[in-house]
């Protein structure tokens, strides 16, 4: 089943009451064993997939292929993958299988063949979070390890943002047609991001906060930023951010998330800061 999410423009989000908030911009139940579930945003056709393979692998099915339009899911987009707990995982593409340990992506281009995700030890079950885009050339599959993402450590305690920022899918490692990928850890005591905020009009972009214990959870805050709301967020729950809106919000210890992109600009640093003062 494709849970369908259609573009909300800001002044309708702005009537919205907090489940109706909920319902239009947050994936609370992506992940459950032995399943593959999505999300088909209608911002720039973005779609958010929880693959928990258990003791057989799983394939991205008839019904991801029917919401694209296509034969196969993957004729005319690609697929980022990262591993965020459990065991190992091995991910098939185009004949050649690659092993995902914990915190490590691989790229699947346009039009790949014998798609396949599972877990390396059944017993130990991998959950695998995946984003996709729509994409005119397919570039090479190319796995990204922990390492290879130039983990960058940025803010401090006084702020309460001290984190690392690692960037797995992004125009300086390699080639995509729109996806930019990446995993932001926040260090014990740190749990604001991030501040100041920002938006990016020629972008949408897309949070998956995980390894939070039960009875932690984030505020995320969104909106216009004279305008802004917020969700609560749980473990290993997404929120889709439009390019009207700012994403930045404060947790009640430690967490991390994937942020992914796609749209116009690949430019990580392509964003329009919002003063704190001008916040309201």
């Given at each position: 089943?494709?849970?369908?999410?259609?573009?909300?423009?800001?002044?309708?989000?702005?009537?919205?009451?907090?489940?109706?908030?909920?319902?239009?911009?947050?994936?609370?139940?992506?992940?459950?064993?032995?399943?593959?579930?999505?999300?088909?945003?209608?911002?720039?056709?973005?779609?958010?997939?929880?693959?928990?393979?258990?003791?057989?692998?799983?394939?991205?099915?008839?019904?991801?292929?029917k919401a694209a339009g296509a034969d196969d899911f993957l004729d005319r987009r690609e697929l980022a993958v990262i591993n965020i707990g459990?065991?190992?995982?091995?991910?098939?593409?185009?004949?050649?299988?690659?092993?995902?340990?914990?915190?490590?992506?691989?790229?699947?281009?346009?039009?790949?063949?014998?798609?396949?995700?599972?877990?390396?030890?059944?017993?130990?079950?991998?959950?695998?979070?995946?984003?996709?885009?729509?994409?005119?050339?397919?570039?090479?599959?190319?796995?990204?390890?922990?390492?290879?993402?130039?983990?960058?450590?940025?803010?401090?305690?006084?702020?309460?943002?001290?984190?690392?920022?690692?960037?797995?899918?992004?125009?300086?490692?390699?080639?995509?047609?729109?996806?930019?990928?990446?995993?932001?850890?926040?260090?014990?005591?740190?749990?604001?991001?991030?501040?100041?905020?920002?938006?990016?009009?020629?972008?949408?972009?897309?949070?998956?906060?995980?390894?939070?214990?039960?009875?932690?959870?984030?505020?995320?805050?969104?909106?216009?930023?004279?305008?802004?709301?917020?969700?609560?967020?749980?473990?290993?729950?997404?929120?889709?951010?439009?390019?009207?809106?700012?994403?930045?919000?404060?947790?009640?210890?430690?967490?991390?998330?994937?942020?992914?992109?796609?749209?116009?600009?690949?430019?990580?640093?392509?964003?329009?800061?919002?003063?704190?003062?001008?916040?309201?």
């Open positions: 089943m494709v849970d369908v999410r259609q573009a909300i423009h800001f002044e309708q989000a702005e009537k919205m009451n907090t489940e109706e908030l909920r319902k239009h911009f947050l994936a609370d139940s992506l992940f459950a064993p032995g399943e593959v579930r999505s999300v088909y945003t209608h911002y720039d056709r973005m779609v958010l997939i929880g693959i928990s393979p258990t003791d057989a692998p799983l394939v991205l099915g008839a019904d991801l292929a459990g065991g190992n995982a091995t991910v098939t593409a185009d004949g050649e299988s690659y092993l995902l340990e914990n915190e490590e992506a691989l790229y699947i281009g346009k039009a790949a063949t014998g798609v396949s995700f599972a877990s390396a030890d059944p017993k130990n079950p991998a959950k695998l979070y995946a984003v996709s885009a729509g994409a005119h050339t397919k570039f090479p599959n190319r796995k990204v390890t922990r390492a290879e993402a130039s983990p960058q450590p940025m803010g401090s305690a006084e702020t309460a943002n001290k984190r690392t920022i690692n960037k797995y899918i992004h125009e300086g490692l390699m080639q995509t047609c729109q996806l930019v990928v990446g995993l932001t850890r926040f260090e014990a005591g740190s749990v604001w991001n991030t501040m100041p905020a920002h938006t990016h009009d020629r972008r949408m972009e897309a949070y998956l906060y995980f390894d939070m214990p039960e009875d932690r959870l984030v505020v995320h805050l969104m909106g216009r930023p004279q305008e802004t709301r917020h969700i609560i967020i749980r473990n290993e729950q997404a929120v889709v951010s439009p390019p009207w809106s700012i994403h930045c919000g404060s947790g009640t210890g430690a967490y991390a998330f994937v942020w992914a992109m796609a749209g116009d600009n690949q430019s990580f640093s392509d964003m329009d800061h919002i003063k704190i003062q001008d916040l309201k």
